[in-house]
Nanobody
Framework: QVPLVESGGGLVQAGASLRLSCPAP????????IGWFRQAPEKEREFVAR????????LYADSGKGRFTISADNAKDTVYLQMESLKPEDTAVYYC???????????WGQGTQVTVSS
């Protein structure tokens, strides 16, 4: 399988926006969807959002509700995470992962760094 490769991270000021991308070629038929996670320094990895390929159903962690939007472009087999009104506490490495039918996230990207300055 082609590994997941996240992109779109960067250094921004508080209040700015970023869009993260997670291309997942040829994964749609074998997985239920994609999830985004993040890990800040010295903290546990935490769930951010997920989307189902077929249903389009989304789920968000409270930390991103109202600011983050997850979407899927099925024609491109790509999932996006649009992040608005970024805060310094959003600083983390953001990972995408494929979610199997059992709900287990079993294939992870290397992550993309998001740094939000105050």
């Amino acid at each position: 399988q082609v590994p997941l490769v996240e992109s779109g991270g960067g250094l921004v000021q508080a209040g700015a926006s970023l869009r993260l991308s997670c291309p997942a070629p040829r994964r749609r038929s074998s997985t239920a969807g994609i999830g985004w996670f993040r890990q800040a320094p010295e903290k546990e990895r935490e769930f951010v959002a997920r989307i189902g390929w077929n249903s389009g159903a989304t789920l968000y962690a409270d930390s991103g509700k109202g600011r983050f939007t997850i979407s899927a472009d099925n024609a491109k087999d790509t999932v996006y995470l649009q992040m608005e009104s970024l805060k310094p506490e959003d600083t983390a490495v953001y990972y995408c992962a494929t979610r199997g039918s059992s709900g287990v996230y079993d294939s992870w990207g290397q992550g993309t760094q998001v740094t939000v300055s105050s």
